[in-house]
């Protein structure tokens, strides 16, 4: 027994892995993630099981402990987090994964320490990339959090020489570091420089701006994953390692998609503003405009949308805000009663994360088979009669396309300006993220429905009913 058990917790770990990838892989599409998370989270649990059979584990009391109070809190979360908050949600999430990992670190060094242990050089370099990468991501994931929950400014916070301070700060952990490795028992400078990485977090996110959140989310989940990864090679455990892996790599290449549908690159996102307060999160808000838009109330709106063949609805994170998704829903079901082929046009950064818009209308049951992408629904906007934008902004601005002085220039966007006609759904005449004038409103084919996006929706509903 005593033989066999190693080896099945390894092969328990083979087959988690398996189940992590084949998950991971139907995360892919809207129709089979939720499968895909369940077969991950099974995956999950065989790893927790194995994990608590082997030998070096001995505190089961604290290990259900820890157990009982964290589901205790994730089910009170997941049960009083609104959709529209979930961004916030994965912040903190992240965050509390890269202190997890970080402690994993920073436990292990005070063990060794307290037994006299040798640290080896592999073991203390694994511990000081999870206390910089867990470190980093801690602070940082929280301070993304404080900025989407409107806690502290979702501009770029800057400072003079706030470079040179981070290059100073990146050498103290680097001087820091190889101190460690040649004197790895000095219990301060291990202190120190936990303390940089974390204040390293802080100044990482301060000088981004909230129209670049979304890449920095998903970064900051990939960090959360490489920490992790980082923290199985300080404990020896493949499971961690893979596991982590995963969720770096997926959270990196979740990145990249996120940065080509901004027309940036990451070290633009990253660096333009890390101390400068640049780029479009940095771009200053559009001054005041001679041109004139053309309102309409919902029953001109209804009539629009009630004698048109294609509408093509486009959510944006107004829609989140009003939390609309149900109106959304109903007023497409009664469009549909009356002959009306609706599509929904999906940006990958509307919102402020990847992937709100498609998980806002999975919660109001929108089939899958009418959620559109970027580049399937742009070719198709020529056809479509009506063009309905539900609290989108910068996503939908032709300015990306047309004006090579606006700081959006060359972002592709849902190209609503196409349709035979637009209806706009806003609140007012305000900037959105990337804090510059939209072009859209002033189009001769366009007219403004001014309004939260609940109520209008919901008289749109009224409305197209009594048509």
Known sequence: MSDFLPTGIQLTYLVAASLFIFGLKKLGSPATARNGNVIAAVGMLLAIVATMLDQHVLNYEMILLGLAIGSGIGAIAAYKVQMTEMPQMVGLLNGLGGAASALVAVAEFWRLL????????????????????????????????????????????????????????????????????????????????????????????????????????????????????????????????????????????????????????????LFSAFGSGGGAAGAAAAGATDQTVRSIDPEEGAMMLGYARNVVIVPGYGMAVAQAQHSVRELADQLERMGVDVKYAIHPVAGRMPGHMNVLLAEANVPYTQLYDMDDINPQFEQADVALVIGANDVVNPAARSDANSPIYGMPILEVDRAKQTIVIKRGMSAGFAGVDNELFYKDKTTMLFGSAKDMVAKLVSEVKQL
């Open 114 to 269: 307290e037994h006299s242990q040798p640290i080896p050089l592999d073991v203390n370099i694994s511990m000081l990339l999870d206390v910089l990468i867990g470190g980093v991501t801690f602070t940082g994931s929280f301070l993304a959090f404080a900025k989407l929950q409107g806690l502290i400014s979702g501009s770029p916070i800057t400072f003079p020489f706030q470079q040179p301070f981070n290059l100073l700060l990146l050498g103290l952990y680097i001087a820091g570091s190889a101190y460690l490795i040649v004197t790895p028992d000095s219990l301060p400078v291990f202190l120190a420089v936990t303390t940089v990485s974390l204040i390293l977090g802080v100044m990482f996110v301060i000088p981004i701006g909230g129209g670049d959140m979304p890449v920095v989310i998903s970064l900051l989940n990939s960090l959360s994953g490489v920490a992790a990864s980082a923290a199985g090679f300080v404990v020896m455990n493949n499971m961690l390692i893979i596991a982590g892996a995963l969720v770096g790599a997926s959270g990196l290449i979740l990145t990249e998609i996120m940065c080509k549908a901004m027309n940036r690159s990451l070290f633009s996102v």
